[in-house]
T-cell receptor, first 115, second 113 residues
Framework: AQKITQTQPGMFVQEKEAVTLDCTYD???????LFWYKQPSSGEMIFLIY??????QNATEGRYSLNFQKARKSANLVISASQLGDSAMYFC????????????FGAGTILRVKS | EAQVTQNPRYLITVTGKKLTVTCSQN?????MSWYRQDPGLGLRQIYY???????DKGDVPEGYKVSRKEKRNFPLILESPSPNQTSLYFC????????????FGSGTRLTVV
């Protein structure tokens, strides 16, 4: 079964510090994509970063980086220099080419940044 | 502006009263999906469509219907809503193939009393 596991229901981080949000996945697909989305309290889904299963380099987008360890099936999100505006729910997701390019989501991690 | 437009944003309704949540995209995307978000469960796929007149069930299709008569529109229909369908709903679209880009609507918060 294709599954995404986010083991941290909630986390706190001090402003300006780095934080790592964990994500492990289970898939039998050879080709897949991994995503992180941010959902602020307003509810919209904001794309943060993408990692393809064949990409050899870890993805980076500004303050976001994805620590991709394929053998361990993990795709952790690292946020550097946390800001108060980073407080939100974060979802890890995996793309499946079948089922209409379905995204399989984890349960999410709530991040709170403290000043 | 490239976008997925969902309406309404908020809806409170009573059990059994049929409702439709509309979804429209202006990017000529082939693939469209509906998801529901519930606490502790993340987002789960309800239905999806790979093109006009091609729809299929996702993980949690019970109690929902969809149609895809035009490429841009993918409405979600609740024929007889029940309280367990109280949720946050998202429509999303993408091109076919191994894409990086998914576009989500703003979400519809539905409460069934």
């Amino acid at each position: 079964a294709q599954k995404i596991t986010q083991t941290q229901p909630g986390m706190f981080v001090q402003e300006k510090e780095a934080v790592t949000l964990d994500c492990t996945y289970d898939t039998s697909d050879q080709s897949y994509g991994l995503f992180w989305y941010k959902q602020p309290s307003s509810g919209e889904m904001i794309f943060l970063i993408y990692q393809g299963s064949y990409d050899e380099q870890n993805a980076t987008e500004g303050r976001y980086s994805l620590n991709f360890q394929k053998a361990r099936k993990s795709a952790n999100l690292v946020i550097s220099a946390s800001q108060l505006g980073d407080s939100a729910m974060y979802f890890c997701a995996m793309r499946r080419l079948e089922y209409g390019n379905k995204l399989v989501f984890g349960a999410g991690t709530i991040l709170r940044v403290k000043s | 502006e490239a976008q997925v437009t969902q309406n309404p944003r908020y809806l409170i309704t009573v059990t059994g009263k049929k409702l439709t949540v509309t979804c429209s995209q202006n990017m000529n995307h082939e693939y469209m999906s509906w998801y529901r978000q519930d606490p502790g469960l993340g987002l789960r796929q309800i239905y999806y469509s790979m093109n006009v007149e091609v729809t299929d069930k996702g993980d949690v299709p019970e109690g929902y219907k969809v149609s895809r008569k035009e490429k841009r529109n993918f409405p979600l229909i609740l024929e007889s809503p029940s309280p367990n369908q109280t949720s946050l709903y998202f429509c999303a679209s993408s091109m076919g193939g191994p894409v990086k880009g998914y576009t989500f609507g703003s979400g519809t918060r539905l409460t069934v009393v």
